[in-house]
């Protein structure tokens, strides 16, 4: 059977997404008995316990299809960020949501800007619709929000923007982006299909914690009615393997990638967890000191080995092993047992990004890497 004719156009060049090696994956390979895995910017604190508790209880009814609007959880959501229900959606994670809304916004023909270290998800979603992304380069590291606003063409539907950016770690204050939110709401006035300004918001509890002007972008909502909030519970909630992910927008928008969402897309047990791990403030509070200490004393490591970093407002760090390619950095990491990240898809060839792990992990690491890195 020749297939060729058969797969999408957009199907058939498409890249598919090269997620971090498991530990599994890596144990196999490699033969190792311990592995630590600092590749995905999980939080190694775990799931809070309450979390655990509600998933059982909600094992139990596993017989039971899920609520297909995941009634209870966006009700929690609603609660915690101040908005009403119809202004919020649950996903499969967030990257859920960010294909969601290519399907449900993007034909042919149509673009969306993005900055050139972007996530790159953002790029995929674009790719699998046939949508033509416009790249603009970032500016001292990070998104360039004003070249990005000049960027919007008439066919531009969405214009993304990662705050904090993975891999970068670096960010957007209010200032900058309640400026391009200025500049778009004006171009929309005079546009027969408006721009949505979508903010992804994966890293929001450190980057709140760690950033004082970190922007309120469900605040910002009120004056912007093209702003879409996106946010996960698979960072500092430490629920990364439950995928679910939310986001709020304006009504209007959240109905149309409703009709779009797959009937039954969150699981019972994922629905439980998050509402549960979303009561647990106490367990936030952990997770945001621990990577706040961690990260000081990394980053003070890596500045005595010489190496530069940019400055992170996420659980995750990206590293200049330069003149070395990352991509080696990365192997001879991996064949110590220690799981990264190399940056080669992101335009990085000479960086490696790195989560912050729990204290002897993250010991480990800077043991390796100095090795590694020896004249
Ligand atoms: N956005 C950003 C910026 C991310 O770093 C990630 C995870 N790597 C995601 C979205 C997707 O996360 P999830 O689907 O687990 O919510």
Do not use: W
């Amino acid at each position: 059977m020749d297939t060729s004719n058969l797969i999408r156009p957009q199907v058939r060049g498409f890249e598919p997404y090269l997620p971090g090696r498991s530990i599994a994956s890596v144990k196999r390979e490699r033969n190792l008995s311990k592995i630590i895995k600092l590749a995905s910017n999980e939080n190694p604190l775990g799931p809070s316990p309450r979390a655990l508790a509600a998933m059982a209880r909600a094992g139990k009814k596993l017989f039971l299809y899920p609520d297909g609007p995941s009634t209870a959880l966006r009700g929690a959501i609603a609660r915690y960020t101040k908005v009403t229900p119809e202004r919020v959606i649950i996903g499969a994670g967030s990257d859920e949501l960010i294909e969601l809304l290519g399907k449900t916004f993007l034909n042919p023909g149509d673009s969306i800007v993005v900055s050139n270290h972007a996530f790159i998800r953002y790029r995929m979603a674009a790719d699998l619709m046939g949508a033509e992304v416009i790249t603009v380069p970032m500016r001292c590291d990070t998104h360039d929000l004003t070249a990005m606003g000049k960027a919007i063409r008439d066919n531009t539907k969405l214009l993304f923007i990662a705050n904090p950016n993975n891999p970068t770690g670096t960010h957007n204050p209010t200032s900058e982006l309640a400026e391009l939110l200025k500049q778009v709401k004006t171009a929309n006035e005079r546009r027969i299909i408006p721009v949505l300004v979508i903010v992804d918001e994966a890293y929001y509890e450190y980057a709140k914690a760690f950033s004082p002007d970190y922007p309120d972008t469900i605040v910002l909502q009120k004056e912007f009615v093209n702003l879409v909030t996106l946010r996960t519970f698979s960072k500092a909630h430490a629920l990364a393997g439950l995928r679910v992910g939310y986001g709020i927008a304006d009504p209007a928008v959240i109905a149309a990638l409703d009709r779009v969402r797959p009937p039954f897309n969150v699981s019972a047990v994922a629905q439980a967890g998050a509402e549960a791990s979303l009561q647990d403030t106490s367990r936030i509070k952990k997770a945001v000191s621990h990577a706040a200490k961690e990260s000081k004393i990394v980053n003070a490591e890596l500045e005595r080995l010489g190496l530069k970093t940019l400055p992170s407002i996420g659980n995750f760090v990206l590293i200049d092993v330069s003149p070395r390619k990352g991509k080696d950095v990365f192997e001879s990491l991996m064949s110590r047992g220690i799981i990264v990240r190399s940056m080669d898809e992101y335009g990085f060839p000479e960086r490696i990004r790195v989560t912050y792990g729990l204290s002897a992990e993250n010991r480990q690491f800077m043991r390796a890497l100095k090795e590694i890195l020896k004249p």
